[in-house]
């Protein structure tokens, strides 16, 4: 995946303003930043939501002025949001399989009267749905409705549903938004399997410092919509201009606290 040149604006406020950056095949990818620097816009770019003014986002070989969110499955690309966007009244296996099921090849009245093809792509994302779980730790919970479950369990059903499709590119919007430190680490954990066991490459928007420091392979600071700094943790830590912009403001660093 790459930006390039990514502009754009809402009427008078200036959300993107040349944003460019690569994201190599396997990597865990953080885009940081103040409030309002232009992260959730970046996100909504790359999938589709939002149409560029200028640029161009590059997904699996192809470059697009304005992604189009009906390809994103195709092209390999799964997203997660800020809110939890779950159905609450359904089992953790139903909420998981729903990644795939919803756009399973047999239509709904295939389904519904049950023709053969209809069954067996249902049994496969069942299937599929069981062994997310077991990557990530759900079993437990399987046919506990998720609405029951603690919040951080039903942001790892978030992940698992995600990555259910097995997607080249999962993008997630703020995923440790209001979590203990405990579910932090967990789902820190499960986004390692996700990269390592099942081969995504992550791009991440995430406000904890520490969580980010700790997981990305390299960090994109973004400051009123341009790109301050792109780098490693460690020369992330150490760009005068981030600093300026957006460390400084962290209480302790080296605690891994969350700004
Ligand atoms: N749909 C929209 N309509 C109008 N203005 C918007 C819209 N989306 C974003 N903006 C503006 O664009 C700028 C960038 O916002 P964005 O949400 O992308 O930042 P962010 O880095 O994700 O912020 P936060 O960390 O608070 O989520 C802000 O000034 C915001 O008010």
């Not at 885009?31 to 986002?57: C, E, H, Q």
């Amino acid at each position: 995946m790459a930006v390039d040149g990514l502009s754009l604006s809402f009427g008078g406020v200036t959300a993107l303003n040349g944003v460019s950056f690569t994201v190599a095949v396997g990597e865990i990818r953080a885009v940081i930043g103040p409030n309002g620097a232009g992260k959730s816009s970046l996100l909504n770019a790359v999938s589709g939501l939002y149409r560029p003014d200028s640029g161009r986002v590059w997904l699996g070989g192809h470059s697009f002025a304005a992604v189009p969110t009906d390809r994103l499955a195709a092209l390999g690309v799964s997203r997660t949001f800020q809110n939890l966007a779950l159905f609450k009244g359904l089992s953790v296996l139903d909420n998981v399989a729903a990644g795939l099921t919803h756009r399973l090849r047999a239509g709904v009245l295939a389904q519904v009267i049950g023709l053969p093809t209809a069954r067996r792509e249902r049994a496969d994302a069942y299937d599929r749905a069981e062994a997310l779980l077991a990557f990530l730790h759900l079993e437990d919970a399987r046919d506990r409705p998720v609405g029951t479950l603690p919040y951080g369990v039903q942001k790892r059903v978030e992940l698992a549903r995600a990555l259910v499709a097995r997607p080249r590119l999962l993008l997630l919007d703020e995923p440790m938004a209001g979590m203990t430190l405990t579910e932090k680490q967990e789902l820190t954990g499960c986004i390692r399997v996700a990269r390592d066991d099942l081969g995504a490459t992550i791009v991440l928007i995430e406000h904890d410092i520490g969580v980010v420091m700790g997981l990305s392979d390299r960090i994109a600071v973004l400051d009123y919509g341009r790109l301050i700094g792109d780098g490693t943790p460690e020369a992330i830590r150490n760009n005068q201009a981030v600093i300026d912009a957006y460390l400084g403001v962290a209480h302790d660093l080296e605690a891994g606290e969350g700004i």
